[in-house]
């Protein structure tokens, strides 16, 4: 199987191209990094990438994540999030393999107080939201073979993530405020990783199958919890590991931390679906966030 993989330096990305090295022929390719580097929006390197590589999959872990930023950045948000995955799409149906890619819980405006299942409206409330929602629609609308897969709060033991920026700041003060009115699923990058490649093993499998069962589907941790839940569980962990510093956790609302980009309030996913057309699922995020605090100091 030669599984082409678009981003390898962030979160997802990494973690992909470490693991799916081990079953499958990985070509990794981005702007500045990977086996391979390109301009991913100029599309006749796309095509050139495409007709050098000839892949059984493409796995698009690119996209524009800067939440705040995108309220100002609009173009360069939909040319990664809309346009790149649209030309994917297209390549994808031409040279016949499956084009897996990631989406968000902000396609969802977060007013509701029940997982959100993959049927359920959708009302982006910024710029990135609806950026990433294009994305989707634009695959969908290609006849290429395609999981696109909906995820949330992605962190892990590199890059830029809360768990990481939490660690540094509870190194540096003693007192930190964190919103605990917005509530969702943090989502371990590794786990994340190795659930997009049990659905790649499943295709070079049963190809027929995934190809009867394609579509969106939601991928998170398993449980919920706040953004201030999530930061005194990192605290707890942290500590048997370091001393830190941060003595008081302060509890505010989104009202009281006014951001450029408007969150959505619950944005819980409802991952029934996936586990059961692929049996595919991911542990509680208190698991995961245990073996990820557990790898990050033990690099």
């Not at 930190?176 to 786990?191: H, I, M, R």
């Amino acid at each position: 199987m030669r599984i082409l993989i678009l981003g390898p330096s962030g979160q997802i990305g990494y973690e992909l191209a470490a693991q799916a090295a081990e079953f499958a022929e990985v070509t990794t390719a981005g702007r500045s990094d990977g086996d391979i580097s390109l301009d991913v929006l100029d599309h006749q390197a796309l095509e050139n990438l495409f007709s050098t590589v000839k892949p059984d999959i493409v796995i698009n872990a690119i996209a524009y994540t800067a939440v705040d930023i995108a309220e100002s950045d609009q173009e360069l948000c939909f040319k990664l999030n809309a346009d790149l995955p649209a030309a994917l799409s297209d390549l994808c149906a031409e040279y016949h393999c499956l084009l897996i890619h990631y989406s968000t819980d902000f396609v969802f405006d977060g007013s509701e107080n029940a997982a959100w299942q993959e049927t359920a409206a959708t009302n982006p409330l910024g710029v990135y939201g609806k950026s990433k929602l294009a994305g989707e629609k634009a695959i969908q609308i290609s006849p290429c073979i395609s999981l696109i897969l909906r995820t949330s709060w992605v962190y892990g033991d590199r890059g830029n993530n809360f768990m990481l920026t939490m660690l540094r700041l509870a190194g540096e003060r003693e007192a930190l405020s964190v919103v605990s009115d917005q509530v969702g699923a943090p989502s371990c990058s590794k786990d994340i990783a190795k659930a997009t490649l049990q659905l790649c093993q499943r295709y070079l499998q049963e190809p027929d199958y995934v190809k009867s069962n394609q579509g969106l589907y939601h991928l998170t941790a398993g449980g919920e919890v706040s953004w201030h839940g999530f930061a005194e569980a990192i605290f707890e962990l942290a500590a048997n590991f370091e001393s830190l510093a941060i003595k008081n956790l302060a509890a505010i609302s989104t009202a009281e931390y006014p951001t450029a980009a408007v969150r959505p309030a619950y944005s819980v996913l409802d991952c029934s679906s996936i586990k059961d057309k692929f049996g595919v699922e991911m542990p509680h995020w208190k698991t995961s966030l245990a073996a990820c605090i557990k790898s990050y100091y033990q690099k």
